[in-house]
């Protein structure tokens, strides 16, 4: 049976947040301007909330709610709209530096359910690469898995060896049955390749420890913070901070050498810099889960490319200054490692393209009158940024696992 639902909260239990993605946020606020910036950040706040619209601590869920991004940015009202660029111009202001880390749930159950079969098979089966099976595995389980495979996943009774039989058998139906899709062909390559690399590797037949799967990997994300703050202390910048975490995040999870003190389970409502990262991570994650649902191919139509309806790119002016504003202080930083992505990264990866293709114009009027080859342009985009990430997964694929854990290429999965 084809599973024709598209959209992967219906497909797999994803949390209550409505996003596809976990998207975390880290916002660097120095020492020297904090009080200054706390202080104008408070004020917007109490501005927003100023009309009795909400009550309690301001969260960017209860901003964006759904009638108000259906479309992302250009769905904002004016006084959200309004908020939310008083607030980037803030960052901008005091210097504020912004690191984004993502990963795809449905990717985060994959690699939990079946990373140690893939460490295993690409050190077993030669020329395969950890990140490239990783990437091909989640793309297929993300988009095109039955919900047979679906359920298989989530059944903590179902040993690796017998998920891996409902896979390829799977995969051999979704093949025979795009066969004749140009559009498809490599897609279907990969997924015999996966076919190939299952019926080669070694059974695995132990039950997996269930605790993590489709959690977000705090090591990860320290992981990639470290990254970050590698990059920045080499080009002079401070190299000793303060982590505030957030209520529920362990700090056993942060072990960088560039944290003098990492401070957990602070409240939100009491912290500035948390409430920050809060609106950043949640106008991100919305965009990135919006962005992917609204591009997802029919599957009663799998031949059609699909692109972006119009309405998404018919903007305001003032949400045009908006998409400038999170474009220059996310994504045109200069920096390689301040938005991250995971494993599987074409979501993450359409919402930059999206954000770099808007951005390009210099008035919204402009935008509005090329919209009509707007989705095209977009597509060229992250077609663009896409091939860059795969293609440094084909170079970190050229070194075996050992190498990759030894060298801190590759994640902890």
């Not at 998207?23 to 660097?28: G, L, N, P, Q």
């Not at 409240?267 to 991570?281: E, K």
């Not at 200069?334 to 210099?362: H, K, L, M, P, W």
Request: proline share 1%.
């Amino acid at each position: 049976m084809v599973d024709k639902t598209t959209d992967p909260k219906e497909r797999f239990k994803l949390g209550d947040d409505i996003m596809i993605d976990y998207v975390m946020a880290a916002v660097d606020i120095s020492d020297d301007i904090s009080l200054e910036f706390d202080e104008e950040f408070v004020a917007l706040e109490k501005n927003y909330l100023s009309n009795g619209q909400f009550k309690g601590e301001l969260k960017g869920a209860r901003i964006l709610k759904n009638k108000n991004f259906t479309n992302g940015l250009v769905s904002l009202g004016s006084k959200e709209t309004s908020y939310h660029i008083d607030v980037f111009r803030l960052f901008k202001k005091y210097n504020v530096k912004i690191c984004i880390v993502t990963e795809n749930k449905i990717s985060a159950i994959v690699m939990g359910r079946l990373g140690e079969w893939i460490q295993t098979a690409s050190v077993a089966v030669s020329n395969i690469s950890f990140l490239e099976l990783a990437y091909v595995l989640s793309k297929y389980i993300s988009k095109e898995s039955s919900q047979e495979v679906n359920k298989a996943l989530e059944n903590q009774d179902m040993n690796t060896y017998n998920v891996l039989k409902l896979i390829k058998k799977d995969l051999s139906s979704f093949i025979k049955g795009h066969q004749n899709i140009t559009r498809m062909k490599s897609q279907l390559d990969a997924y015999r390749d996966v076919i190939k690399i299952i019926n080669r590797s070694p059974n695995m037949v132990k039950k997996i420890d269930f605790n993590n799967v489709g959690k977000f990997n705090w090591k990860k994300v320290d992981y990639s913070l470290t990254l970050w703050l590698d990059e920045r202390a080499a080009f002079g910048e401070n190299n000793e901070y303060e982590l505030f975490l957030d209520e529920g995040i362990k700090s056993n999870n942060f072990n960088s050498e560039y944290y003098k003190k990492v401070h957990e389970n602070q409240v939100s409502a009491d912290c500035v810099g948390i409430r920050c990262a809060d609106l950043v991570a949640t106008i991100i994650g919305k965009l990135i889960s919006k962005l992917s649902l609204a591009t997802a191919y029919e599957k009663d139509n799998p031949g059609k490319l699909k692109y972006l309806d119009k309405k998404w790119f018919e903007f305001k002016n003032d949400q045009l200054v908006l998409a400038k504003l999170i474009f220059e202080i996310i994504f045109n930083v200069g920096s390689q490692y301040s938005y991250i992505n995971g494993t599987y990264f074409d979501d993450a990866t359409e919402c930059e393209a999206y954000i770099r293709y808007v951005s390009s114009f210099r008035e919204y009027q402009e935008l509005t009158i090329k919209k009509e080859n707007s989705q095209i342009e977009e597509f060229k985009i992250f077609k663009g940024l896409a091939d860059i990430k795969y293609q440094q997964m084909a170079m970190l694929g050229q070194l075996d696992v050992k190498t990759l854990m030894e060298t801190g290429s590759l994640k902890p999965v």
